[in-house]
């Protein structure tokens, strides 16, 4: 009998997993379908593309993605008209219907191979921008690694030309100025520290070498 027991047990798991496994196949495979909409300026590597203003997200923490995609669609981030890349985001956000639909193409941003962008913001001083970012570091970590709990995104593999446009954009009030965005209007007051151009680039310099 106990034999018997455990024979049902053992086929219901693996009946379990079965399922488990096509769940996420299916998932993986809408998760591609939707991102071939994300290609067409991320890239298909998600290496990104300047040019479209896309950043490169390719292994971005899921947790991360999905927090940005449904910040973009409910209009708490990408709705000011002198953020272009933002806006362009917002609009591509509302093709992702459901809760789902963001789940599933996060989860194949984070499976694709991390990349390491070329660099192309010149005349940073990655000495003097260590010590900017010991500040940073407090919420993004030592190595740029990000932390979920903050949810503050990793800075590591990321392209140096939209470190640099984001940060000008929370000194300008482009990005967090909306109360709706709270970690967006953290950020805008950090960005203060960053007194100069220079010492954008600075920081930014430092990040780089962090890759």
């Known amino acids: 009998m106990i034999r018997k027991f455990i024979a049902a047990a053992a086929a219901i798991a693996w ?28 890239g298909s590597a998600g290496q990104g593309t300047e040019l479209f203003l896309a950043p490169a997200i390719a292994g971005l923490d899921d947790w991360y993605v999905i927090s940005q995609l449904k910040a973009f669609r ?18 591509m956000s509302l093709w992702l219907k459901t809760d789902s639909d963001i789940d599933a193409v996060a989860a194949y941003v984070a499976a694709l191979p991390k990349v390491d962008p070329p660099q192309v913001v010149k005349g ?3 000495a003097d921008g260590k010590a900017i970012y010991a500040t940073c570091s407090s919420c993004h970590g030592a190595q740029g690694e ?32 909306n109360p709706a ?6 950020m805008r007051g950090m960005s203060n520290m960053l007194t100069s151009d220079q010492a954008i680039k600075d920081v930014v310099a430092y990040i780089e070498t962090l890759q």
């Open 124 to 126: 940073g001083n990655a």
């Open 181 to 186: 965005n709270p970690n967006a209007v953290l």
């Open 74 to 91: 409910s209009g708490a981030r990408g709705t000011n008209y002198q953020d272009v890349g933002g806006m362009r985001m917002h609009p």
């Open 15 to 42: 009946v379990s997993l079965g399922v488990a496994g096509v769940s996420l196949a299916d998932e993986n495979r809408r998760g591609r379908q939707l991102f071939d909409l994300c290609a067409q300026c991320h």
């Open 146 to 177: 990000g932390n979920k709990s903050m949810n503050s995104p990793p800075l590591v593999h990321m392209s140096d030309w939209y470190l640099v446009k984001t940060l000008e954009k929370f000194k300008a009030g482009i990005r967090g100025s």
